[in-house]
């Protein structure tokens, strides 16, 4: 029977103050239902012994449960069911009523406790004197600012601001060769300040090339650079890339414009009184996508710095890195620049450096790729450093008969470079040449041999080129 399954709400799905009347109906209306609930079974057992029998009679017993009673719980329980079905509509508009009068207390409160009605008085006179003290202020603020504009037009009068328009002229003038191109300083309507203006031999230059705003802008950059703001100061200079938009006859003058013998700029150290070197910045920061200049900036003049030597004594070191940006699809990394870029100043230094790795034979135990690489080395080396000794030969073979003319008569020694420089740098005729092991001593020879051979026809270049790959110099 679902009898005992009739209420199937529970005390927790009504609000606080209905639960008490809903346990107390609930109870009695679970009582009376047990008390309805045994009247059913006893009639389904009189039931039962009448379809067993139907030929006798079965006396129906009195109820004992009382109807009126049960029909008066469920009613109770439905009215608290739609009492609080009716303060769930109105829940947000009791909430809103309900703050309204805690808020309207604790206002009532708070006024009382601040005596509100003494400190309204009082903000009123002190209204009353704030309004005569910002009158005050608002005078004093005008005098200040009246003060500082006239320090401004002492300072502009003061700073000649024309100098900068010749020192930016003079650069270009000396540095790049360009006379035609001026900065013309134009006085403002007030007197006060200075504009320029850019003039193309004496008139207005309105179609100006990308390299010339490009060395316009540097050389207005470095003019600025003795203003009073910046002069004397520990800057931090970053040159992004001065040479774009330039052709290649400006790469070096823009590189002897940063370096600069003659006076100090930016790289060149300025001379102490005390003999020490001082720099115009604190930090240098210069960023090239040219290989040219690149190779010029390696000649820059860089600060040393004194580092710890063994037995106490300290040794001058450079201080400086070199970095190259990489491009990763959308994003870039900072990367420490590798030694092909960053050691050798050209290829042609490069190729001497790996010829001169190979002239001793115990070099092999510690790299052994000067040796693998050496003939290709040896003959792209031979190629350009002859080419520059003996520019023109009526031959055929111009690579041959320049070997033979900076070697002399020694027919063994140039059959032997002739055949390191094509039997090593070649493999498509002599493929079996690739399974056999680098011979170290012929190749160690043949090194020193050539190098002997630099060093008697010019010592001086021999030692140059040593100085270039950080080696130290070769006495007889």
């Not at 769930?88 to 009605?117: C, H, M, P, S």
Request: charge should be negative.
């Amino acid at each position: 029977m679902a009898v005992g399954s009739f209420v199937s709400l529970t005390s927790d799905q009504f609000y606080t103050e209905e639960r008490a009347v809903f346990d107390t109906s609930s109870k009695a209306l679970a009582e009376a239902l047990v008390v309805y609930k045994q009247d059913l079974e006893a009639l389904r057992t009189l039931l039962e012994t009448r379809k067993n029998n139907l030929f006798h009679s079965v006396a129906l017993l009195p109820s004992l449960h009382d109807p009126k009673e049960i029909q008066k719980h469920v009613d109770s329980i439905n009215t608290l069911i739609a009492t609080n079905n009716g303060k769930t509509k109105t829940l947000e508009k009791d909430k809103t009523a309900a703050r309204d009068v805690l808020r309207l207390a604790d206002v009532f409160a708070f006024a009382n406790t601040i005596t509100y009605d003494t400190e309204l008085a009082r903000i009123t006179t002190l209204k009353t004197r704030a309004d005569t003290a910002g009158t005050a202020y608002t005078d004093a603020e005008k005098e200040v600012r009246d003060a500082e504009a006239e320090v401004q037009t002492l300072r502009a009068k003061q700073k000649d601001e024309r100098k900068g328009a010749e020192r930016v002229n003079s650069l270009l003038n000396n540095f790049f060769g360009h006379d035609g191109l001026k900065l013309e300083p134009r006085d403002s309507a007030d007197k006060a300040t200075v504009k320029f203006e850019i003039t193309r031999d004496g008139k207005a230059a309105y179609n100006l090339s990308e390299g010339e705003c490009s060395l316009i802008a540097f050389c207005y950059f470095m003019a600025k650079l003795d203003d009073p703001e910046s002069k004397g100061k520990e800057l931090i200079i970053y040159i992004d890339d001065p040479i774009s938009s330039l052709d290649s006859n400006h790469i070096f003058f823009m590189f002897s414009l940063i370096e600069s013998l003659i006076e100090s700029l930016i790289a060149k150290p300025i001379k102490r009184i005390d003999g020490s070197n001082g720099y115009r910045y604190k930090q240098l920061f210069i960023s090239t996508h040219n290989l040219d200049f690149l190779k010029y900036l390696k000649r820059l003049s860089i600060p040393t710095k004194k580092i710890s030597a063994s037995e106490g004594k300290t040794k001058s070191v450079y201080d400086h890195e070199h970095f190259m940006i990489e491009r990763n699809g959308a994003t870039s990394n900072i990367l420490l620049m590798p030694s092909y870029l960053k050691d050798y100043i050209t290829e042609f230094h490069y190729l001497f450096h790996q010829i001169y790795k190979c002239k001793d034979q115990a070099a092999s135990q510690i790299s052994h790729e000067p040796f693998f690489g050496f003939g290709n080395n040896l003959r792209k080396f031979l190629e350009a450093f002859l080419f520059f000794k003996y520019p023109y030969h009526d031959d055929r073979n111009d690579t041959f008969e320049r070997i033979k003319k900076f070697f002399g008569e020694e027919d063994t020694a140039i059959a032997l470079v002739n055949r390191l420089n094509n039997e090593f740098s070649h493999l498509e005729a002599v493929p079996d040449r690739s399974f056999k092991p680098v011979e170290i001593p012929e190749i160690s020879k043949v090194a020193n041999y050539v190098l002997d051979k630099i060093y008697a026809s010019d010592p001086v270049q021999y030692n140059a080129l040593l100085k270039s790959i950080g080696e130290p110099g070769r006495t007889a």
